[in-house]
């Protein structure tokens, strides 16, 4: 479930509709004696026409 909701963040940012996605890989990791849940992920460009368009994106984004 938590996938879905951050493909469901990156739509409209990363990628316009999440069939784009052609792979996605995806693990839970539980840590011993914690109870805070930590969330990880990477994106890679194939297209890189829209590359420079994303970091700007993803600058504003930081800015947040």
């Given amino acids: 479930n938590r996938a879905k ?3 469901d963040a990156l739509k ?3 990628y316009e ?3 784009q996605v ?3 890989l995806t693990d839970k990791i539980f840590l011993k004696n914690s109870s805070e849940s930590h969330f990880i992920f990477s994106v890679k460009i194939l297209n ?3 590359e420079g368009d994303l970091q700007k994106q993803l600058e504003i984004l930081r800015a947040y």
Avoid: E, H, Q, Y
Wanted: aromatic share 0%; glycine share 6%; net charge positive.
């Fill in 5 to 7: 909701a951050i493909m």
């Fill in 12 to 14: 409209g940012v990363v």
């Fill in 17 to 19: 509709d999440d069939r």
């Fill in 22 to 24: 052609k792979i996605l």
């Fill in 48 to 50: 890189t026409k829209i």
